[in-house]
């Protein structure tokens, strides 16, 4: 069985960076289009970005595009999503999610019905 368990998560001012991390376990990376997902208080959970298992695939919610990278390291099953200029509106609970695939370049919906496994979360704060 798939496990994920994110870390990174902290309390940040408008305008700084954080790392977020996902350290994956029980199967290979490589099988798996992964993905991260937020969750604001109120709000329903949403994708922010995915990543094909080949890499040659990715998305970004356009309200995070060319402010946030995903990245993926097989060799250490570790997935990661840097973050930078920060913005209040990016507190929430994030979450890593994998969904296997069969081909390096599928990738699937960047919503969280398409990743059946879960992180717990880690909690983002943006606040001066």
């Known amino acids: 069985q798939l496990q994920l368990v994110e870390s990174g998560g902290g309390l940040v001012q408008p305008g700084g960076s954080l790392r977020l991390s996902c350290a994956v376990s029980g199967f290979p990376l490589d099988y798996y289009a992964i993905g991260w997902f937020r969750q604001a208080p109120g709000k329903e959970r949403e994708g922010i970005s995915c990543m094909s298992s080949s890499g040659g695939n990715i998305n970004y919610a356009d309200s995070v595009k060319g402010r946030f990278t995903i990245s993926r390291d097989n060799a250490k099953n570790t997935i990661h999503l840097q973050m930078n200029s920060l913005k209040p509106e990016d507190t929430a609970v994030y979450y890593c999610?994998?969904?296997?695939?069969?081909?390096?370049?599928?990738?699937?919906?960047?919503?969280?019905?398409?990743?059946?496994?879960w992180g717990q979360g880690t909690q983002v704060t943006v606040s001066s």
């Open positions: 999610a994998a969904h296997r695939t069969w081909s390096g370049d599928s990738l699937p919906r960047c919503q969280p019905p398409h990743y059946p496994s």
